[in-house]
Structure formats: C-alpha cells, structure tokens
C-alpha cells in the first residue's frame, strides 16, 4: 500500500466550497476570487457565500446579519462557566471547552436538518466572538461587555473586547482579515471537522475538534509564535541574527512555508498593506521594518514564502488584540469554512477512516507478568 507522511497531496473529498491553486497562489470561495472579496465583500456576505454556494441579494444579506446579530449574546451558564476556569487557561482552551459546552444549550441538538445545522453555523459564528471577548474581560477580573444591537461582527468584536466602539478603519481591517481566513480547503482543522462529521458526530463536536486542530503551532497556532518571535527579537537590528541562529539549529521559522503554496499565499498581501498602513496610522512601524529583514533573509536562505499568519501577527497586534487572542481571531473566521465543510460532508457522507501501514515488531510473545519481572531483576 502507498503510504503518503502528512497525506501530502492526498486528496480526500470532493468538496465545491474552496478551490486552492498551490501552484498560481489562487484561492477562490466557490468560484469567487479571493481578491474580489477582500476588495469589495463582507465577512458576512463571505459567510452566506460560503454556506449556500451563491453571493447573497441584498435581502438574503440582511437577512443573515440581522439573524447573527440576534445571536450574539451569550448563554449565562457558559459565562459562569468561563468564570470557573484559571486565568491562565490558553484562551485556544477556553473556546474549545466553551463551544464544547455549546451543545448543552442547543434548543434542539436533536433536529439533524440541513435547516437546523445551518442554525448552528449562524449561531456558531455569532458567538465565538463573544466568548474571545468575554474571555478577556474574566481572566482579567473584569465584567464581560454585552454585544452591540448593531454593526457588523467585526466591528462588534472590537466593540466587545476594548469597551469602545472602534474607529472605522480599524474595523474594515478585521472585517476583511476575516474574508481572508474563513476558508482554506482541506487545511488541517478542517479535515479534522470533516472527520468527525463523517461518523456523523454533531457540529459542536466537529467544531471542537477543529478548534483544538488550529491551536498547534503548525496551523493556526503559527499567528501568535510569530508575534512572540518578533517581541524576543525586540529590535529590527537583531532581526537577521536572530533568525540565523534558528536556522543554524534547524528550528521553523514561524510564518513561512506551506503544505499547498509552492507561491505566494494570496492572502498575505492584503494582510501586509494593511499592517503596513495600520502602522503609518498607529505610529509604530517596528513589526512592518522586522518582517521585511526576515521575509528577504528566509527567502534568500531557504527559498521560503510567508505565509497569512506571518501578516496577520502585525495586523492584530496593532488593532490592539492581546497576542494570545490571535489564534481565536482566526478561529472566529474559520468558523464559517469548518461549518461549510461539516454541512458538506453531512450531505454526501462516507466515513473517513484511512488505513495506517504497520511496521511495529511482528509475532511478539505474550510474557505473563511475572516473568517480565525477573527479566528485569536478572
Ligand atoms: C494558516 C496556516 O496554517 S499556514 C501554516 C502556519 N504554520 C507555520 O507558519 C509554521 C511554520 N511552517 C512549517 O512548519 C511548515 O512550513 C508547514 C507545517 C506549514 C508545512 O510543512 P510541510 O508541508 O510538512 O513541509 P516540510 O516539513 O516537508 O518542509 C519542507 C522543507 O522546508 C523546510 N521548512 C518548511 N517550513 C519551514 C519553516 N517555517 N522554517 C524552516 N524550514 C522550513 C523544512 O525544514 C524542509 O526542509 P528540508 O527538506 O531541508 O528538511
Ligand atoms: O491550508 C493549510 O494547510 C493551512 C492554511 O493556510 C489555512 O488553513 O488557512
């Protein structure tokens, strides 16, 4: 039997959502440029493409707003919830757990509709933002802040995190940081959703095992290691040293390489302009003037692209969210691909289970207990 490490260019469903051209850095959302949304869409249009295959009417598109900002508010036992977990939980952790929890106050989890599952998209998408709010405000001591009746989920989230509405540009930024990471083909979180949908688990249980997928340093979990890796470099002169040394001791760089883009990632570029004029409007062009030494030195070293995460670590860090939100911000976008992906394979399903090829000893005796402690006093 062939045997492919990491199913490198496996393909392992039929899936009409995303489309990724590895070779050309093309990413489209059901046919739709990558780049025309971010240029015109909203992350909620995004959503509505993204669930039902076709840019929504403007109808269709309030519609869909008005139904995510009716489900904002979070549940009061989840609240609590939150309020039993140490300070010092992972917020990567603390989503997990919470939208684990999520299932306990479904009004009808039993209801396995296409409708009913699309709810939970809605309601899914619509509340990882307060949870990575919230979040903030308990560990901190401090009393959550309830949503905005109003306003997009970008702008709410900013709203829900800082205390104040946010200033436009800021929010358009997330907004479309948002379009960009919301779906990415079979990405690794993804194909976990898509595994446990196909032994026909709910969506929460399919969403908590994405979320625990993007957590790790090699997926999702890259945004936050590459904003921690440019404050221990701390200085835009000890960029290139720095970077030198892991390279010397064969470390990852944060932020660079692919399974998929052997070019450019599409959307590292809109995240860049963004980080580049976020910087001009906040003052501070420390982030922007190290990822320019260390892109051209990995590429001249390794021949490696940056990847959206490698961006995306300046962006948000500018728009004032705490490093370690990074990672949820993320997952607060994937939200909508992972609920594509379950609605999909729910659709067509057949269980996912590979084959993995032995090679561990073969023909091994059983030693009864006993004897494998003489063994080892002998
Ligand atoms: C949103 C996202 O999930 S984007 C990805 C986010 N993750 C990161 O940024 C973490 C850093 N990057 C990586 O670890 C990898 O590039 C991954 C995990 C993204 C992809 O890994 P793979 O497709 O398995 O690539 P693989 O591990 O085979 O690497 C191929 C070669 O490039 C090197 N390489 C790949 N990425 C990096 C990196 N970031 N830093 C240093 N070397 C790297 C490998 O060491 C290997 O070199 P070798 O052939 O000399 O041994
Ligand atoms: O596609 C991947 O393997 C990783 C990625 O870029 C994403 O999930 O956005």
Redesign the pocket.
């Known amino acids: 039997m062939p045997t492919t490490e990491g199913l490198e260019d496996v393909v392992a469903a039929h899936t009409r959502i995303c489309n990724?051209d590895g070779q050309r850095g093309k990413l489209t959302y059901y046919g739709v440029d990558v780049h025309d949304l971010a240029a015109h869409s909203s992350f909620e249009e995004t959503a509505y493409l993204l669930w039902h295959g076709t840019l929504p009417t403007r109808a269709q598109l309030e519609a869909l707003s008005a139904e995510l900002r009716a489900n904002r508010t979070l549940p009061g036992r989840l609240i609590d919830l939150m309020r039993l977990l140490p300070s010092s939980t992972p917020p990567m952790d603390v989503l997990r757990t919470v939208v684990s929890a999520l299932s306990t106050t479904d009004p009808d989890l039993s209801d396995r509709s296409q409708e009913a599952n699309l709810r939970r998209a809605v309601r899914l998408t619509a509340l990882l933002p307060s949870i990575v709010a919230s979040w903030d405000h308990i560990r901190n001591g401090r009393e959550p802040v309830a949503p905005l009746e109003d306003g997009s989920l970008a702008e709410n989230f900013l709203y829900m995190l800082k205390g104040e509405r946010p200033d436009s540009y800021d929010a358009h930024v997330l907004d479309v940081a948002l379009i960009l990471?919301a779906d990415?083909?079979l990405?690794?979180?993804?194909f976990s959703a898509r595994v446990a949908a196909s032994t026909l688990a709910d969506m929460y249980a399919a969403i908590t095992a994405a979320i625990g997928t993007l957590s790790g340093p090699l997926?999702?979990g890259a945004n936050e290691q590459v904003m921690r890796m440019f404050q221990r470099i701390g200085d835009v002169s000890r960029a290139q040293e720095y970077i030198r040394g892991l390279l010397e001791r064969k470390e990852r760089i944060m932020g660079f390489g692919?399974?998929?883009y052997r070019t450019e990632?599409p959307r590292g570029k809109h995240m860049d302009a963004f980080a580049v004029e976020l910087s001009r409007r906040k003052g501070d062009t420390r982030w922007v003037e190290m990822s320019r030494v260390i892109e051209s030195y990995v590429k001249e070293q390794k021949g490696l692209h940056a990847?959206?995460d490698f961006y995306s670590a300046t962006v948000y860090y500018l728009l004032g969210i705490p490093v370690d939100l990074d990672t949820p911000v993320f997952a607060c976008s994937?939200v909508v691909g992972w609920t594509a992906h379950v609605m999909e394979q729910y659709a067509n399903n057949r269980l996912i289970r590979p084959r993995g090829e032995y090679v561990g000893p073969k023909d091994v005796p059983y030693v009864p207990i006993e004897q494998r402690e003489q063994a080892q006093v002998s």
Do not use: I
């Open positions: 990724l990471h990415h083909e990405n690794a979180s993804t997926h999702g692919h399974r998929v990632d990847n959206v994937r």
